[in-house]
Structures are given as structure tokens and as C-alpha cells.
């Protein structure tokens, strides 16, 4: 009786856990690109960003900063 609704749970926490493990990498990206960075100006603000607003700040790193490098 409730095993269509605990597997369409269960599909949906697998989707859960893959968008939580890209967007988890996508964090640790933008921070270890932050760290090599030589000659950065406001690396302290960025790692605030970063630390503070998790994965907002990965996606706001990557389009502010990360983009224009290329």
C-alpha cells in the first residue's frame, strides 16, 4: 500500500544527494581556487563570502570571479 510513495521518496533522495554532492564540489572548487591565488586583492572578503554564504557564495565567486579569469 505505501511502497509507490516510499519509492518515489527514495528517488527523489538519490536526486537529493547527487545535486548536494555537485553543488558540495562546486564549493570546495571555488575555495581551493581561491586559496592558489597569488596576488588577489580581497581574498579575505571572498573567503568571508565563501565561509558564510556556502554554496551562494561558490555560485556568486564563480560568476564574479572565477568566469572573468578565463
Same mark, same amino acid.
Do not use: H, P
Given at each position: 500500500m505505501f511502497m509507490p510513495?516510499?519509492?518515489?521518496?527514495?528517488?527523489?533522495?538519490?536526486?537529493?544527494?547527487?545535486?548536494? %554532492?555537485?553543488l558540495g564540489v562546486l564549493w570546495l572548487w571555488m575555495l581551493i581556487d581561491l586559496l592558489q591565488r597569488?596576488? #588577489?586583492?580581497?581574498? %579575505?572578503v571572498w573567503l568571508l563570502v565563501l565561509i558564510f554564504l556556502n554554496v551562494l557564495g561558490?555560485?556568486?565567486?564563480? #560568476?564574479?570571479?572565477?568566469?572573468?579569469?578565463r
Open positions: 510513495f516510499l519509492d518515489a521518496m527514495m528517488g527523489f533522495g538519490g536526486f537529493a544527494m547527487i545535486v548536494l %554532492l555537485v597569488k596576488r #588577489f586583492e580581497d581574498k %579575505l561558490a555560485i556568486l565567486y564563480y #560568476f564574479l570571479v572565477y568566469s572573468r579569469k
